[in-house]
């Protein structure tokens, strides 16, 4: 009897040491995050007057995220600010889209010699040169203006800031494909890599990242890709978790973002639940040229549609090859339905007649689904914003979708 009740005790103690331990990790995990957060609600800061911060585009419910990631080779200050006197090109561009609804990321990067017209600017340029002569506002309208695409926030960092993170991790493992050496006496770079699978520090993965090479820009945008993914990959292991309050002092400190600290911390969860697998990343495809003695970057404008298609706007054109539509014209106004029929057969749907509504004074556009599959009616919600949705049973109805273009239509 006395050696059961001694069995009793050692459990009870066994369960209460467990109980305290539990509870002990979890105060433990709530201070870190406390302090991590702290540090974001403290550090953060942004270039952008109040005016300009108001003027940026704010995402809309259900609509993916959309953050304009520069990479700049210069000091960023405390308050986010880079020395004026200092005309930084970008180094990098990068979009980041996310789902919030759905928790997935994609990555598109831009070549910095691509040729674009750059807002308020005369003539061609390479899309570096947008932060030379208006700093992040300008680069996030250059963006926008190539791809046709919101851009929500930016985010400015700097090389410093980038293998001091590096650092504080401990390192980053990546397969170096060959040796690599360049040295450039004006730029301060010095690059000198043997080939194999090592653990870069934080200067070692600064050169593995803007190292060119032969493929030059397109090849050092791939290595950032693969680089990416494996940093992702080792920001999401559970030992990083110790050293967050320091990794997040360490970024505000090189970073200038037009995000608000909640807003960032949403964010970053989308990349903590992520896997180097799941973050999908691609870049704007086409050929280098020499125009007027100068090498840029010549984006091939199809591809890099359907890319911006399939990556921010979510369009699965395989997928809308099974959603049948018909389209008719509501207004007074010639061919209407015509081009939103083209344009929805561009993005892969099944538009099955075309052709005019019973009268042509319908004031509201009708989007009536004769079912209630919330995959197709987001699929089409992808494409077009504008219209009412009704529902209508109709089983003799051979579509998807009836689409009454009324006189509010935006396109």
Not at 184 to 212: F, P, S
Not at 360 to 379: F, G, S, V, W
Request: glycine residues 8%; without cysteine.
């Amino acid at each position: 009897m006395g050696n059961r009740r001694r069995k009793v005790r050692k459990k009870k103690s066994f369960f209460r040491k467990f109980v305290s331990f539990i509870a002990l990790a979890l105060v433990v995990v709530m201070v870190i995050f406390g302090a991590s957060i702290f540090n974001f609600y403290t550090g953060l800061r942004s270039s952008l007057t109040t005016t300009e911060r108001e003027d940026m585009l704010k995402p809309s419910p259900g609509e993916q995220v959309n953050i304009l990631i520069l990479g700049v080779d210069v000091p960023i200050d405390g308050q986010g600010n880079v020395n004026p006197n200092i005309k930084s090109r970008t180094d990098t561009m990068m979009v980041a889209s996310l789902d919030l609804d759905e928790g997935k990321a994609a990555v598109l990067s831009i070549p910095r010699d691509t040729r674009v017209e750059i807002p308020d600017r005369s003539s061609f340029h390479r899309i570096n040169s947008a932060h030379v002569y208006g700093g992040p506002v300008l680069a996030v309208k250059a963006v926008e203006n190539f791809i046709d695409v919101p851009i929500h926030y930016y985010l400015r960092t700097n090389i410093e800031g980038f293998s001091s993170i590096v650092d504080i991790l401990g390192g980053v493992k990546i397969d170096v494909e060959k040796d690599m050496h360049y040295v450039d006496i004006y730029q301060d770079l010095y690059i000198d890599l043997k080939a194999g699978e090592q653990v870069l520090d934080g200067e070692e993965a600064m050169q593995y990242v803007r190292y060119r090479g032969q493929g030059g820009d397109i090849s050092r945008i791939d290595r950032q890709q693969v680089f990416l993914k494996a940093l992702a990959d080792k920001v999401i292991r559970p030992g990083t978790l110790l050293k967050l309050p320091r990794l997040s002092g360490e970024i505000v400190k090189h970073i200038d973002t037009n995000m608000r600290p909640m807003e960032m911390m949403k964010i970053a969860r989308i990349f903590l639940n992520a896997t180097a697998d799941t973050i999908e990343m691609e870049t704007v495809p086409g050929s280098p040229r020499m125009i007027g003695g100068a090498s840029y970057w010549i984006a091939d404008m199809e591809k890099t549609r359907d890319i911006v298609d399939r990556l921010i706007w979510g369009i699965d054109k395989e997928k809308n090859a099974a959603i049948q539509i018909e389209v008719f014209n509501g207004t007074q106004e010639p061919g209407l339905a015509n081009s939103i029929g083209g344009m929805l057969k561009g993005k892969g749907f099944q538009v099955v007649d075309i052709g005019n509504a019973d009268n042509h004074h319908y004031q509201e556009t009708k989007i009536i689904a004769y079912h209630r599959n919330q995959e197709k009616i987001k699929a089409l919600g992808r494409v077009l914003s504008d219209g009412k949705l009704l529902y209508e049973d109709n089983k003799d109805k051979k579509v998807d979708f009836t689409i009454i273009v009324g006189k509010d239509f935006t396109g």
